[in-house]
């Protein structure tokens, strides 16, 4: 089915541990975002890609990097990681155009916890 | 501060009842708005948006919102809920570009 592929769904690492988050979309769509969703605090903007080539800083960028491999591949990185970043990670993608309305297709989702 | 605020945190409606989910956002100038929801272990799904034109903007599922421009507010509204609808539902605003900001999500759990 076409969507937004995250791997992997769970992770459970120890604290300065590394890892990367793997996302991929098949829709063709230009932009790619990651976000955090904590309990009441919503889905906080990380790091997005605009388009191939290009990634910005979101609202929570602090202790993550990003590499958007390809159009349709964009990672998620954490170098060292804290029990702060516990966290669920959505990837989400979208297509610049009004006939979608800018419609963001979403991942399912990783559940981190950093002991 | 957020920039798009959701002021009930966790709603208990039994089966029948309607509901409304208020939405605030705190920006001036053209916003593009999004209602989603997210059943219990899934990803956010769209409910519903505003871009323009009537502001009584209808979507999936019996969901339907609406645009009040001079009170910067985009509630979401359903006449009769059912138990499937227990979801936490976000608003989110798009405004320049194609970021959206999300608000901090409202609960809702509906008695069967």
């Known amino acids: 089915n076409a969507g937004v592929t995250q791997t992997p769904k769970f992770q459970v690492l120890k604290t300065g541990q590394s890892m990367t988050l793997q996302c991929a979309q098949d829709m063709n769509h230009n932009s790619m975002y990651w976000y955090r969703q904590d309990p009441g605090m919503g889905l906080r903007l990380i790091y997005y890609?605009?388009?191939?080539?290009?990634?910005d800083k979101g609202e929570v960028p602090n202790g993550y990097n990003v590499s958007r491999l390809n159009k349709r591949e964009f990672s998620l990185r954490l170098e060292s990681a804290a029990p702060s970043q516990t966290s669920v990670y959505f990837c989400a993608s979208s297509a610049y155009n009004r006939e979608s309305v800018y419609g963001y297709t979403f991942g399912s989702g990783t559940r981190l916890t950093v002991v | 501060a957020q920039s798009v605020s959701q002021h009930n945190h966790h709603v208990i409606l039994s089966e029948a009842a309607s509901l409304e989910l208020g939405c605030n956002y705190s920006y001036g100038g053209t916003v593009n708005l999004f209602w989603y929801v997210q059943y219990p272990g899934q990803h956010l799904q769209l409910l519903l948006k505003?871009?323009?034109?009537?502001?009584l903007v209808k979507g999936i599922k019996g969901f339907e919102a609406e645009f009040i421009k001079s009170k910067f507010s985009f509630n979401l509204r359903k006449p009769s809920v059912q138990w499937s609808d227990t979801a936490e539902y976000f608003c989110a605003v798009l405004r320049g570009g194609n970021m959206l900001t999300f608000g901090g999500g409202t609960r809702l759990m509906v008695k069967p």
């Open positions: 890609s605009a388009s191939e080539g290009t990634t």
């Open positions: 505003y871009f323009s034109g009537d502001p």
